[in-house]
T-cell receptor
């Protein structure tokens, strides 16, 4: 079974619109870590955020914000006032303490149209 | 954050040849290194995990005789694709981490392999 599900395969928005990328995860561990990465066309993964399972506070960093809801096992990512440079594939990932690997979602390809 | 480099960044080779990809942790000692493969428009798939000084652990479906992994030092791991075929063409990404710490995995920039 998929441990990380990103149901949105592709999203297109017009510049300056807000967009939310969904991520739902599955784990039996009580301690785990969640991540978001951006992968632009160059291919290099860009780290965006890490959240541990005990910290349910939402986080805002500039135009980016993250909503972590343990009750629904979701870790959604919102980009406010999107820009063309935000166009990329975004991956959500889970890391469990009991293992030693990352589980990546299938990614959401975001296109911001000027 | 910690830096991981990969060399080469891209490589084109003929079918049947072997290709070696290097992964280096530049400013930290990576006791564990991971190798991923990513096909176009797909997610990263873990190929193998290697701990320094020991044999790599391969994921199900990954041929260990075809994808040779060596992790001889705390700063260098290599992936050799032996007798490469066009279906091996992919984007290969390595990452370095510290054993037992699953929240610290630093990714390299990737190597794009094209087998003609």
């Amino acid at each position: 079974a998929q441990k990380v599900t990103q149901a949105q395969t592709e999203i297109s928005v017009v510049e300056k619109e807000d967009v939310t990328l969904d991520c739902v995860y599955e784990t039996r561990d009580t301690t785990y870590y969640l991540f978001w990465y951006k992968q632009p066309p160059s291919g290099e993964l860009v780290f965006l955020i890490r959240r541990n399972s005990f910290d349910e506070q939402n986080e805002i960093s500039g135009r980016y914000s993250w909503n972590f809801q343990k009750s629904t096992s979701s870790f959604n990512f919102t980009i406010t006032a999107s820009q063309v440079v935000d166009s990329a594939v975004y991956f959500c990932a889970l890391s469990e303490v009991t293992g030693n690997q990352f589980y990546f979602g299938t990614g959401t390809s975001l296109t911001v149209i000027p | 954050g910690a830096v991981v480099s990969q060399h080469p960044s891209w490589v084109i080779c003929k079918s049947g040849t072997s290709v070696k990809i290097e992964c280096r942790s530049l400013d930290f000692q990576a006791t564990t290194m991971f190798w991923y493969r990513q096909f176009p428009k797909q997610s990263l798939m873990l190929m193998a995990t290697s701990n320094e000084g020991s044999k790599a652990t391969y994921e199900q479906g990954v041929e260990k005789d075809k994808f040779l992994i060596n992790h001889a030092s705390l700063t260098l791991s290599t992936l050799t694709v032996t007798s490469a075929h066009p279906e091996d063409s992919s984007f290969y990404i390595c990452s370095g981490g510290l054993r037992g710490l699953t929240d610290t995995q630093y990714f390299g920039p990737g190597t794009r392999l094209t087998v003609l």
